[in-house]
């Protein structure tokens, strides 16, 4: 009969790896979240610029995940400016003004960059 036995375990070896998981993912985040950034503000429909100058983003942490969130700081009486021009909004006057999808085409070469990237760094560890 052949049998095994270990002594310990391997949680600093565990706490290692996961610092350096998340050091790399929270370092692609950081890239993407800078282009998409400058992707925005290129595509923002341009009066003033204040809008397209308002594009920022954080990066969420939770326990076991991390989102990427990009928000516009132009707000106008309690009314994103970004989301009127991407959706449209009525007037005073009764008129309505038609948006334009100008978001999802400048985001989704960034979201493809990073799944791509992402699911390399997966499939590396």
Not at 24 to 30: G, V, Y
Not at 47 to 70: H, M, P, Q, R
Not at 85 to 109: C, E, F, K, S
């Amino acid at each position: 009969m052949i049998s095994f036995g270990h002594k310990g375990d391997f949680s600093k070896a565990t706490r290692y790896f996961e610092k350096l998981r998340k050091a790399a993912r929270l370092e692609i985040l950081n890239k993407y979240g800078q282009e998409g950034v400058t992707a925005l503000a290129a595509a923002t429909p341009i009066d003033s610029g204040e809008t397209a100058a308002s594009w920022y983003y954080e990066i969420k942490e939770g326990k076991n995940s991390a989102e990427l969130v990009f928000y516009n700081s132009n707000i106008n009486q309690g009314v994103s400016i970004a989301i009127i021009l991407q959706y449209g909004h009525g007037t005073g006057t009764g008129g309505y003004v038609q948006g334009q999808d100008y978001i999802n085409p400048a985001m989704r070469p960034i979201f493809e960059k990073i799944a791509k990237e992402l699911w390399e760094e997966v499939i590396r560890i």
